[in-house]
């Protein structure tokens, strides 16, 4: 139980709650072993009265009555008992259910990009649901039933010893038995569990990429080759939840024959006793009741078993995810005002993942309020400076300075809180147009929203959707076109009015007249903000106050649009081409 360690600080912190249930549970198991004694007063009334001891019927229907009376108010407050315990451990697990699910999904948003490269979105959505779904039952249920076999066990043997020390040591002979099975079939379950838990984030994720890929599927009809694939992946997974439901299996059968084999022995035992005088009948009627009551717990002790096997294997899982270091961290925690100049000095970029260096000693500055432009070939290394100056990644050498402030020195939220970023591929969530843009600013009004949208050019489409602004997006935004992402995204990053404005190649998916319009508009916004302009396209470049060109990861060329066109080079070559393809 190493990894579930992890968890002892949601002990500490639900100690009351769980002392009081663990209270309830013991009060609760010591009425309903009451029980037993009465109805074995019972038949010893009974046995009494057969042998003539007691011979008035008034007085046995007395008694009888007495003990049926307590055996009613008994079972209703030990119920009453069984019900607050629940109420108390059962909901305590819940609880820690989403503190644990809190403290995984914000671990998950401190980790950085790297750590999201190497792992798929279906492991991290099953670690953080169906393993700690797995963990709350060992806070739940196995605790609850722990405490129940416990307490039964305790009150119960010793109830059984005072009454009758041999018989219960007759009692207790298949005991041993249970203890090493458990051991042994503890360690099976435990192996079989992190298999199952890894071959069902194997299926969530595999299920994961086909829904966010369906388009690709249909539209390269390989439906059937993705079912034949889902199907080897769901067999495998099925053979390892058999192997593993076939040793839970064995336990309760094992428990019952066990306490078969307890029954079996008080009645011989007991009766042998009784023949001979040493006992009353009473004693047996009590002892076989007190067997059946351990059933229960002593069948439990399986399932428990496995709950805490599984709950470990699930907590090891987690654990690699909440044991993560981030890359990136927030080194400042004092706030900063962020003005928006820029400065690279040498900065070279490797990613550790694919080992390909994307930037090579590159050096450029860019002053508050100045626009400039980034152009290059594809893979030339353009969004890995995007990168850096969001801080996704920290540079392998050199330094980046915001403010004349080394970037790993600057506070991480007040930068990224000042950076308006609109990506090649926008990423738009599943709700309502008016609240993807309000993402870049939650108290916008809706003037706002419409001014933004205005001079991101979507504001025409919008409306012209039946529910205007509120029209809801399907995942991802597959309900608008490219260039409507585009468009919307670059709304949600001009309302947010940033220090600094980036926009990687964000223009691609429109028509050269909506570009310019757009690119007209966004000159206005701009003014008095950093502007970073990742472009493929002269025309988004043209009007930057610096060009800098990229190939290769290294800066071949730098200057203004009409530096530039002056001089033989990519950017030259560029520009005269699309001027040709405007042309024609």
Known sequence: MKALKYLNKYFLKYKYRLLIGIIITVLSKILSLKIPRIIGDSFNIVDEYRKGTISDTEDIKHLLLINILMIIGVTLIAGFFTFLMRQTIIVTSRLIEFDLKNEIYQQYQQLSINFYKKNRTGDLMNRISEDVSKVRMYFGPAIMYSMNMIVLFIVGFYQMFSIDPTLTAYTLIPFPVLSISVFILSKVINEKSTVVQQYLSKLTTFNQEFFSGINVVKSYGIEKSIIKNFDVLADDSKKKNIDLYKVQAIFFPLMVLLIGASNLLVIYIGGKQYIAGEIPIGVIAEFILYVNILT?????????????????????????????????????????????????????????????????????????????????????????????????????????????????????????????????????????????????????????????????????????????????????????????????????????????????????????????????????????????????????????????????????????????????????????????????
């Open 296 to 584: 229960w717990p002593v069948a439990i002790v399986g399932w428990v078993t496995s709950m805490v096997q599984q709950a470990e294997a699930s907590q090891q899982r987690i654990n690699e995810f909440l044991k993560q270091v981030p890359e990136i961290k927030n080194t400042n925690q004092e706030h900063s005002e962020i003005t928006g100049s820029v400065e690279f000095k040498n900065v070279s970029l490797t990613y550790d993942d694919t080992n390909i260096t994307a930037l090579n000693n590159i050096s450029f500055k860019v002053n508050t309020g100045e626009t400039i432009a980034v152009l290059g070939k594809t893979g030339s290394g353009k969004s890995s400076i995007i990168n850096l100056l969001s801080r996704l990644y920290d540079p392998t050498e050199g330094t980046i300075s915001v403010d004349n402030t080394p970037i790993k020195e600057t506070n991480l939220t007040d930068l990224r809180n000042q950076i308006g970023f609109v990506p090649q591929d926008p990423f738009l969530f599943s709700d309502t147009i008016i609240n993807n843009i309000k993402f870049g600013k939650d108290d916008a009004s809706k003037e706002e929203i419409i001014e933004a949208a205005k001079n991101a050019v979507i504001h025409e489409n919008i409306i012209g959707f039946k529910e205007g602004y509120d029209t809801i997006l399907g995942e991802r935004g597959v309900t608008l076109s490219g260039g409507q992402k585009q468009r919307v995204s670059i709304a949600r990053a001009i309302i947010k009015n940033p220090k600094i404005l980036i926009f990687d190649d964000c223009l691609s998916a429109v028509d050269t007249e909506t570009e310019e319009k757009i690119l007209s508009n966004l000159e206005k916004v701009s003014k008095n903000k950093t502007t970073f302009i990742i472009s493929h396209r002269v025309s988004s470049a043209k009007n930057a106050d610096k060009i800098i060109v990229l190939d290769n990861g290294t800066i071949t060329q730098q200057g203004t649009h009409n530096q530039l066109i002056t001089e033989e080079g990519y950017y030259k070559e560029l520009y005269e081409q699309q001027l040709l393809e405007k042309e024609n």
